[in-house]
């Protein structure tokens, strides 16, 4: 039951296991940009990473990654890639970000091999060198990748590849000290505990998120206190997939409060193994969107156990009080 949301936490394999078939990775399904949700105020942020990243860096990098892992496609490495600037992104955003991919360190690591070319990024990019995260285990931290879970769910469109990426989310429960801190309502006690505030004050446009982020934390923390069930909170999702990002990232707030020592057994309970299946797999067609099933497959061997994000059409919103996305999914 654990295989939707939550997966197995072990790193890749050296050897490919007999009848497993190797992850499939398309680039063509990437969100345009990187897939900020309507509403989320960093646009130019996005602009200006991409202007700290020249293409004869990119290119080089590329070269280095797939040099010296040869059986990566191009597929694999733009997804990866991709999901690697979303978290420089999110590093202008969080106080702390904890790296919770050794696939994707792997092309971190390769970028840090060109140090001139590495510093000027991070001075353009964040006033400063962007120092190494190394790799975590969710188990050593798992309030932190929780929240990590969290902000992701608030800032970014699913895509396709992104549980593979960062091995599946909402697995851990936030911890009992972050979400008391979020039910207490303090905004500038929130602000300064869990988002990077130097940057805020270099970027309104991070100063601007992270008050929206914080104002949603808040609300979603302090419904999750008040209401008995998950479905008493009041989320407007009636037209959303009850597997979107948005969804789940407001059932990890409401069961990481209310039965944080049950937590695996209550986020199944609630979002069993119905998942669908990837319509990949049934041979069917669909578009990245900002909803998708979240289910973890850290075993990059190929124990793709769920999920799809397809979509017709999307729409998400974050606001100072409420987020929402709507959207229509399906597979056949």
């Given at each position: 039951?654990?295989?939707?949301?939550?997966?197995?936490?072990?790193?890749?394999?050296?050897?490919?296991?007999?009848?497993?078939?190797?992850?499939?990775?398309?680039?063509?399904?990437?969100?345009?940009?990187?897939?900020?949700?309507?509403?989320?105020?960093?646009?130019?942020?996005?602009?200006?990473?991409?202007?700290?990243?020249?293409?004869?860096?990119?290119?080089?990098?590329?070269?280095?990654?797939?040099?010296?892992?040869?059986?990566?496609?191009?597929?694999?490495?733009?997804?990866?890639?991709?999901?690697?600037?979303?978290?420089?992104?999110?590093?202008?955003?969080?106080?702390?970000?904890?790296?919770?991919?050794?696939?994707?360190?792997?092309?971190?690591?390769?970028?840090?091999?060109?140090?001139?070319?590495?510093?000027?990024?991070?001075?353009?990019?964040?006033?400063?060198?962007?120092?190494?995260?190394?790799?975590?285990?969710?188990?050593?931290?798992?309030?932190?990748?929780?929240w990590f879970d969290w902000v992701y769910a608030h800032l970014f469109e699913f895509a396709p590849s992104s549980k593979r990426c960062w091995n599946g989310f909402f697995r851990n429960a936030?911890?009992?000290?972050?979400?008391?801190?979020?039910?207490?309502?303090?905004?500038?006690?929130?602000?300064?505990?869990?988002?990077?505030?130097?940057?805020?004050?270099?970027?309104?446009?991070?100063?601007?998120?992270?008050?929206?982020?914080?104002?949603?934390?808040?609300?979603?923390?302090?419904?999750?206190?008040?209401?008995?069930?998950?479905?008493?909170?009041?989320?407007?999702?009636?037209?959303?997939?009850?597997?979107?990002?948005?969804?789940?990232?407001?059932?990890?707030?409401?069961?990481?409060?209310?039965?944080?020592?049950?937590?695996?057994?209550?986020?199944?309970?609630?979002?069993?193994?119905?998942?669908?299946?990837?319509?990949?797999?049934?041979?069917?067609?669909?578009?990245?969107?900002?909803?998708?099933?979240?289910?973890?497959?850290?075993?990059?061997?190929?124990?793709?156990?769920?999920?799809?994000?397809?979509?017709?059409?999307?729409?998400?919103?974050?606001?100072?009080?409420?987020?929402?996305?709507?959207?229509?999914?399906?597979?056949?």
């Open positions: 039951m654990f295989r939707f949301l939550f997966g197995k936490s072990s790193k890749p394999p050296k050897r490919s296991r007999p009848g497993k078939a190797k992850p499939v990775y398309r680039a063509s399904e990437l969100p345009h940009g990187l897939g900020l949700l309507q509403g989320i105020p960093l646009d130019r942020i996005v602009a200006k990473l991409n202007s700290s990243i020249p293409t004869d860096y990119a290119e080089r990098i590329q070269y280095r990654v797939k040099t010296e892992h040869p059986r990566i496609t191009d597929d694999e490495y733009a997804c990866k890639w991709f999901e690697l600037q979303r978290y420089f992104v999110m590093s202008l955003v969080m106080k702390s970000t904890p790296m919770f991919s050794s696939e994707i360190d792997d092309l971190w690591h390769e970028m840090l091999m060109f140090t001139r070319e590495y510093q000027r990024f991070g001075e353009q990019f964040a006033g400063g060198v962007i120092h190494h995260s190394p790799e975590r285990e969710p188990k050593q931290m798992p309030g932190e990748r929780a936030l911890d009992p000290e972050r979400t008391e801190l979020l039910r207490e309502g303090n905004v500038d006690a929130i602000s300064s505990s869990l988002f990077n505030m130097d940057q805020a004050g270099r970027y309104p446009e991070v100063a601007e998120t992270i008050r929206l982020l914080v104002e949603q934390a808040i609300l979603e923390a302090q419904k999750a206190a008040n209401s008995r069930q998950f479905k008493d909170t009041g989320w407007d999702y009636s037209t959303a997939n009850p597997n979107s990002m948005l969804y789940l990232a407001g059932a990890m707030m409401f069961f990481s409060i209310q039965s944080p020592h049950s937590y695996a057994s209550d986020m199944n309970a609630n979002f069993p193994e119905n998942t669908p299946e990837d319509p990949r797999d049934k041979h069917s067609s669909c578009s990245s969107s900002g909803c998708g099933t979240i289910g973890g497959n850290s075993d990059n061997s190929g124990d793709q156990g769920g999920g799809s994000s397809c979509s017709s059409s999307s729409s998400c919103s974050s606001g100072s009080s409420s987020s929402s996305c709507g959207s229509s999914c399906g597979s056949s």
